[in-house]
């Protein structure tokens, strides 16, 4: 794919190659207590959400899949990533979740796949409703003592 629709435009600042399945994910994050009651109702209790990025590259020489893995080898990175829910590019922290790369051919040099998860390190509070203030506030003295 051409560099130009790369869905991701760097990672710590400098660019990697345009991977061959980019899959968003919103996920909502909800408070201890959240569940369905005995009526079958569900109570979320939504806190908030977080972004969530599915990556692969197929057919990989060992040249590209060693750029791409040493890339997201940090335990946290800045990314900036095309998030179609607010329809532009943003930057966020991430963490990543496990690699996998299943050799394809070993005399090619060429890997069947590079694939992993990366999950947002921070979350986007969302306030639904007036009796999760003391949460909010718990979450927030904890983000900010974190942020020391």
Known sequence: MNEKYNPIKSVDGVAVKCPSSYKWRLEDLSAGYAGRTEGYQMDKARLGQVIGLDLKWKNVTTEDAS?????????????????????LFRTSEFYVGDRAAPLYN???GLWSEISFSIIERGIELVKTDESYDEVYEEIIKSQE???E
């Not at 335990?75 to 329809?87: A, F, N, Q, S, T």
């Open 67 to 87: 750029a791409i893995l040493k890339a997201f080898n940090p335990e946290y990175i800045r990314v900036c990533y095309l998030d179609p829910k607010e329809g």
């Open 145 to 147: 003592k974190n942020n």
């Open 106 to 108: 070993c005399q090619t």
